[in-house]
């Protein structure tokens, strides 16, 4: 029980994520949730909405797996070790700030997921 809730929220900040790349990357809450110059955003806008497509595949690989319930073990556990891995790469590139927003949430939903809490 404890697991799904967690599985949730991390699809949850991945469809907030999908929104603030998609919709909102080229605003003034965009270029503050990313830290981002006005000419930056508006030049990296294409690349910031196929950014954001992938994160809303991620996200419905984990609300894929809430779908399927007992049966969707190894899809949660397959999408949250993909949004671990994004989240690592995302800190070693980016920035760390992506370590605490993506991989930490998703380790402790693996974890509670792993041990069927």
């Not at 508006?42 to 991620?58: E, I, M, P, R």
């Amino acid at each position: 029980m404890i697991g799904d809730i967690l599985v949730g929220l991390v699809a949850l900040i991945h469809v907030y994520i999908v929104y603030l790349e998609m919709v909102l990357w080229d605003t003034p809450r965009g270029h503050k949730a990313f830290n981002l110059t006005p000419e930056f955003a508006s030049a990296s806008k294409v690349l910031a909405a196929n950014q954001g497509l992938y994160n809303g595949f991620l996200a419905a690989g984990l609300i894929w797996g809430l779908y399927l319930g007992a049966a969707g073990f190894q899809v949660k556990v397959f999408f949250l070790l993909c949004v671990a891995i994004a989240g690592l790469y995302g800190a070693a590139t980016v920035g760390r700030k992506i370590l605490f927003i993506q991989t930490v949430p998703a380790v402790v939903a693996l974890i509670a997921v792993w041990l069927d809490w």
